[in-house]
């Protein structure tokens, strides 16, 4: 079992709203922009154009099929027997490799953000010689070098090396550093200096103004896992350029929120959790130029709710970075999905737009992204002994009642499986156990089901809560939930409930790095039974689910007159069908709907009888 290094910073609350209140922003960043724990940085779906006619290197790794390294790459490592799982192969590699966020994760304790192909080399996924590592069986990736081709500098002067790298040194990793070595020299230089570690992406910029006009220029990236079972070290969008005179480019651009202990970031927030202060802008903006940036400023926009702002003004010497924030706080006016727009602007040239989605819900609280990566088994104990739980920890803004936890069941979850959720209050970073719902069946696979408690769970503002999954403990029981990839200023919860794998020695309750896929569910009319008992009532079923949007519905003889609703999630009608007396089947086609998750409620006599969820795929 890893032993997971993460330093927490506590973080007084900041937020973005539409507020008359003035704040200096100039002492508050300087309290504030150290106590950030998390930063997108770099994070893009969208591939580097390696067509440039200004580069005089370019690599995007997009052009090889993985794991496969571009021709004038090489690498190198120590573990001779570098066996890793790609493409859901297991595959011999001799150092880095190419792959996605998905192959980086395989081994569950690495979640790589998003960010198309890349190179990497990942001691977590790493299986000696095909072999499960241990404490006694570790790869050996201590010395792990990605080079690029030779390169020719001559009668060039002032270029510099640009490349995205994720290091996040967790689980005991080493340091990562950039060397150039030119063919008449026997040692490597290294130019870079540790490069600076986080849990996401950033960018990297040094100058290679030594080798102003030289003909033969060796560069290398190299990392150590430093002896440890560690995460691993990626890749990506390598330049070497000259510097345009103006220039600039976006570090880290988000929204966050306050957290009882620090900033937080939700995939969905419920209109009501909105804080009083409501969201905040943020981003870290640099100067890659050769120029001095007079007056920037960072300009957001969230147009469907007519609100613009922008930062105080600051110049930005060549190469240098700050962090800016919006002037006002903002608040959303009701549910839906809205798209806050980041620009940076100068005196003497701008950025392109990017883009940030936020979901304001009516009911649902998540961390998560809606995209399983990988699933987490609830480790089934030994008879009726307790399994271990996944959540995750949300702060309350407003007093409300907990109605349900919605988890993801994945697809490789055995359909007997049993359920159950659980609430906790957060008190000085320890999980206090608060109630529970009882063991349900799990009803599909591939597919979101609410957990519903026997009664409402009061939640009280200003607290922090934790919820999660567990399973039933038996040995059939071979629950898996989804998970999805890391999230800026997101972890997720386990409680072990003494389960101790292989190790012997129960590890501590805490937070790792992945994010559960599961959800607070404020709807007093979320459907589903509180017991086994009910789940024998049951109205319709919904098959096939997934579906592509045709589907049927198989009905008990109806008595009555009825009437068939379609929510999507955010609780919005689009689709309603009335149902003849006895009708035993119904057929549907939404196949125009967009892909997502949707419920179907059953009515009988104007009151909802059975609700369901679907997943369009």
């Known amino acids: 079992m890893k032993k997971l290094h993460l330093v927490l910073l506590c973080i007084s609350y900041i937020s973005l709203a539409q507020n008359p209140y003035p704040v200096n922003f100039e002492a508050f960043r300087d309290n504030t922009a150290k106590k950030l724990i998390k930063t997108t940085l770099r994070s893009s779906n969208q591939q580097l154009d390696c067509s440039d006619t200004s580069y005089i290197y370019c690599e995007n790794f997009e052009s090889v099929s993985s794991p496969e390294l571009p021709s004038d790459i090489t ?118 200096g540790n490069l600076t570690s986080l849990d996401d992406w950033q960018e990297g910029i040094f100058s290679l103004s030594d080798y102003n006009n030289t003909d033969s220029v060796n560069i290398r990236i190299r990392w150590s896992d430093d002896g440890n079972w560690a995460s691993g070290f990626a890749v990506d969008n390598i330049i070497v350029k000259k510097l345009n005179d103006n220039d600039m480019s976006f570090i880290a651009y988000d929204h966050y929120m306050r957290g009882s202990e620090f900033i937080n970031n939700y995939s969905i927030i419920p209109l009501e959790q909105q804080n009083v202060q409501g969201f905040l802008a943020r ?85 998560d992204d809606n995209t399983p990566s990988l699933s987490f088994s609830l480790f089934s104990a030994t008879g009726t002994a307790l399994t271990v739980e996944h959540g995750n920890s949300f702060d309350i803004a407003a007093n409300d009642d907990l109605y349900a936890v919605d988890v993801y069941i994945s697809n490789n979850s055995s359909p007997n499986g049993k359920i159950q959720a659980k609430v906790y209050e957060i008190v000085s970073g320890t999980a206090a156990f608060l109630t529970e719902s009882n063991p349900l069946s799990i009803v599909s696979t591939d597919a979101w089901q609410s957990v519903k408690f026997p009664t409402p769970v009061p939640l009280v503002a200003d607290k922090e809560y934790l919820i999660t999954v567990g399973g039933d403990g038996t040995t059939t029981d071979t629950t898996r939930i989804g998970v999805s990839s890391s999230k800026i200023s997101s972890y997720g919860w386990r409680i072990y409930n003494g389960f101790s794998g292989n190790s012997g020695t129960a590890p501590q309750d805490g937070i790792y790095l992945s994010i559960p896929m599961v959800r607070m569910n404020f709807d007093p009319d979320v459907a589903g039974p509180i017991s ?71 009515n009988l006599e104007g009151k909802t009888a059975q609700t369901q969820k679907i997943i369009i795929k």
């Open 283 to 367: 981003a870290v903006i640099r100067n890659t130029g050769n120029n001095a940036q007079d007056s920037v400023r960072l300009k957001i926009e969230v147009s469907a709710e007519s609100y613009t702002d922008q930062s105080w003004g600051k110049n930005l010497i060549s190469l240098s970075r700050d962090t800016f924030f919006a002037n006002q706080f903002f608040n959303f006016n009701s549910a839906g999905n809205y798209i806050l727009d980041f620009k940076a602007e100068s005196d003497s040239t701008s950025t392109q737009t990017l883009s940030r989605n936020i979901n304001v819900s009516e009911f649902t609280f998540a961390r």
């Open 75 to 192: 690498t190198s490592s120590l573990e001779d027997g570098y066996n890793v799982t790609v493409n859901s192969t297991a595959q011999d590699v001799s150092g880095f490799y190419t792959g996605n966020f998905e192959d980086a994760n395989v081994g569950g304790y690495w979640p790589v953000s998003e960010h198309t192909q890349f190179a990497m080399t990942n001691d977590d996924a790493c299986k000696p010689n095909g072999v499960t590592p241990n404490t006694n069986n570790n790869c050996d990736l201590s010395f792990e070098v990605i080079q690029l081709p030779r390169l020719d500098f001559t009668g060039l002067e002032d270029v510099f090396l640009i490349f995205d790298y994720y290091h996040d040194k967790n689980y005991g990793g080493g340091d990562a550093v950039v060397e150039v070595k030119t063919a008449d020299q026997s040692t490597w230089t290294d130019i870079s």
């Open 532 to 602: 086994v008992e009910e789940e024998a009532l049951s109205f319709f079923t919904i098959y096939p689910n997934p579906n592509n949007g045709v589907f049927s519905l198989s009905f008990d003889d109806l008595s009555e007159s009825s009437s068939i609703e379609i929510h999507n999630i955010l609780g919005q009608l689009v689709h309603k069908e009335f149902l003849n007396k006895h009708t035993l089947t119904k057929e549907f086609n939404l196949s125009h709907f967009e892909k997502g998750i949707y419920t179907v409620s059953l």
